[in-house]
């Protein structure tokens, strides 16, 4: 298992960790999903590397912008 953390910008209440939440869980492959709305982040593992495009997507389709890696 791998963890990756990525920012995301525009998040701003309980609400907001919850659209991320739930798009990000839907990406195949993706489990233990884990929003920081204080910090800005969005933590998750996954056995195999997750396509960034696909996590951008997810986070876009909640409503927000997906920064870099960590």
């Known amino acids: 298992m ?3 953390t990525y920012p995301v ?3 701003t209440c ?3 960790a919850t659209s991320v939440t ?3 869980s ?3 492959g993706v489990s233990d999903v884990t929003v920081d709305l204080a910090g800005g ?3 998750f593992s996954s056995a195999e590397p997750v ?3 696909a996590v951008r997507a997810a986070v876009d389709e909640a ?3 997906l920064g870099d890696a960590s």
Request: charged residues 20%.
């Open 2 to 4: 791998q963890t990756t």
């Open 9 to 11: 910008t525009g998040m």
């Open 14 to 16: 309980g609400h907001c």
């Open 22 to 24: 739930t798009e990000v």
């Open 26 to 28: 839907a990406i195949p």
């Open 41 to 43: 982040t969005v933590t």
């Open 51 to 53: 396509d960034r495009e």
């Open 63 to 65: 409503g927000y912008e």
